[in-house]
């Protein structure tokens, strides 16, 4: 038995929802605890892909009864047609999903800012996924948000939709967008209020008896350790705390009963929209996308790719307490004959050598990588079923960034299927 948080160590996309779902078979509760829709868990649900986006990737485990926490973003509309989706596959969501009445909702107002910011950033920009993540978190931060037990209360809804929304038509005017429609908004979100009223509740109680009752909890991060608003590469970055330390304040369940962090990490490191990647690699890039991997769930952007980064994993290993690795997309480097990892970087200007990331990104984007060199295994290990069938170079490897990354190695992942998993 144990609290367990599952945490992206890179820049998000490291194969969380396949890993969820991989250890929720004995889990009761699985957790939400920060992002909104900007997250894009694939999953396969009776044979067909789906992917997720505000829903805890628990909700395919039958016994598992999910809930969003406070620190989540909602869009309403959003969420709601996420859930039909699931109704449509045959998935039973009744009783089984619950929302924080303290969440923040994302309204349209969110999403427009979140577009107009980015367009005068330029070639500076953060590439953020547009669904409003930034000015909703913004608005939480400022104390003039909208919270789910305000949607769901049909007159108090109607008087602060009218005082915020004649706010951010101002704004959306000097940025030159059109107003949102008052009529429109409050026809759609009442809507969706009625639709997700009865999932609404003080969550923060409901864990608690939860924990009373030896329920095992399941924390599902969203994003990845260096999209972190505090200790990610700021400011491409987004705007909640990714990073294991979220976890309790987005749920409202102490520290102290939280009993292990998992971190997920790719074999290799890849990242979509803004900001630096040190250890990109042209050729890699392309070699993945030819496979047709390595396009965003979300939005459908080719990701950046690039070697694993040892720097960057043993410091989410250190900034999350990881005690478990989860490594995925071994698969991805089944057909290359040298493979590269990142040791320390080093500032060819200063001669310094640097075992951290710096908070600085324009020091971060000046670094030179200092590359380690392994021999490939040139062949597939898709149907690998324990460890030992693993080709003995991939073991090495693995291996390498066990023991670089100070923390367990736990599970490695061969691809897409629940069966393509190797537990250690
Ligand atoms: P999952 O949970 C990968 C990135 C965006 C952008 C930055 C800010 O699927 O791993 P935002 O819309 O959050 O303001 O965008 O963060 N980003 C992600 N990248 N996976 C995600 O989620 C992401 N969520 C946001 O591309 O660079
Ligand atoms: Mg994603």
Redesign the pocket.
């Given at each position: 038995m144990a609290n367990t948080i599952v945490v992206?160590a890179q820049?998000?996309?490291?194969g969380?929802?396949k890993i969820i779902d991989a250890l929720t078979e004995s889990v009761d509760y699985v957790v939400r605890t920060q992002?909104?829709n900007?997250?894009?868990?694939t999953v396969y649900v009776n044979g067909s892909q789906y992917v997720l986006h505000l829903i805890p990737s628990g909700i395919l485990n039958p016994r598992a009864t999910c809930v969003i926490g406070n620190g989540v973003v909602v869009d309403p509309l959003g969420l709601k047609q996420e859930i039909e989706g699931l109704q449509k596959l045959g998935v039973n969501i009744d009783g089984r999903l619950y929302i924080s009445e303290r969440a923040h909702v994302v309204m349209p107002y969110h999403k427009e800012l979140?577009a107009f910011r980015e367009a005068v950033k330029g070639t500076k920009q953060?590439?953020?996924?547009?669904?409003g993540?930034?000015p909703a978190y913004g608005d939480k931060v400022a104390r003039v948000g909208i919270r789910i037990l305000d949607l769901v209360k049909q007159d108090r809804f109607a008087t602060l939709l009218k005082q915020r929304i004649s706010e951010n038509n101002e704004a959306l005017k000097r940025l030159g967008g059109e107003p949102i429609s008052y009529q429109e908004t409050l026809a759609a979100y009442q809507e969706a209020a009625d639709f997700l009223r009865p999932m609404v509740t003080n969550t923060v109680m409901l864990l608690y008896k939860a924990r009373k009752e030896k329920a095992e909890i399941l924390f599902e991060?969203?994003?990845?350790t260096f999209?972190d608003i505090d200790h990610g590469t700021y400011p491409?970055?987004?705007?909640s705390n990714t990073t294991s330390g979220g976890a309790s304040a987005g749920s409202g369940v102490p520290p102290t009963v939280m009993d292990r962090v998992v971190g997920v990490m790719k074999a290799y490191t890849t990242?979509?929209?803004?900001?630096p990647l040190p250890s990109h690699d042209d050729g890699l890039s392309d070699m993945l996308h030819g496979l047709g991997r390595e396009f965003?769930?979300?939005?459908g952007?080719p990701?950046r790719c690039g070697w694993f980064d040892g720097v960057i994993a043993r410091y989410a290993s250190i900034l999350n307490g990881i005690d478990e690795l989860a490594i995925t997309n071994l698969d991805g480097l089944d057909n290359i004959e040298t493979i590269q990892a990142v040791e320390r970087y080093e500032d060819q200007e200063t001669g310094v050598s640097y075992d951290y990331v710096p908070g600085d990104v324009e020091l971060l984007e000046r670094l030179k990588p200092v590359m380690k060199t392994f021999p490939g295994w040139m062949t597939s290990t898709e149907n690998a079923k324990c460890w030992d069938d693993l080709p003995e170079n991939a073991r090495t490897y693995l291996k390498w960034i066990e023991s670089f990354t100070e923390a367990k190695l736990k599970i490695v992942s061969i691809g897409p299927r629940r069966e393509q998993t190797i537990f250690m």
């Open positions: 992206g820049w998000g996309d490291e969380k929802g992002g909104g900007n997250a894009g868990h979140d953060i590439g953020t996924t547009k669904r993540i930034g991060g969203a994003q990845g999209l491409f970055v987004t705007s990242r979509v929209g803004g900001g965003g769930a979300t939005t952007r990701r």
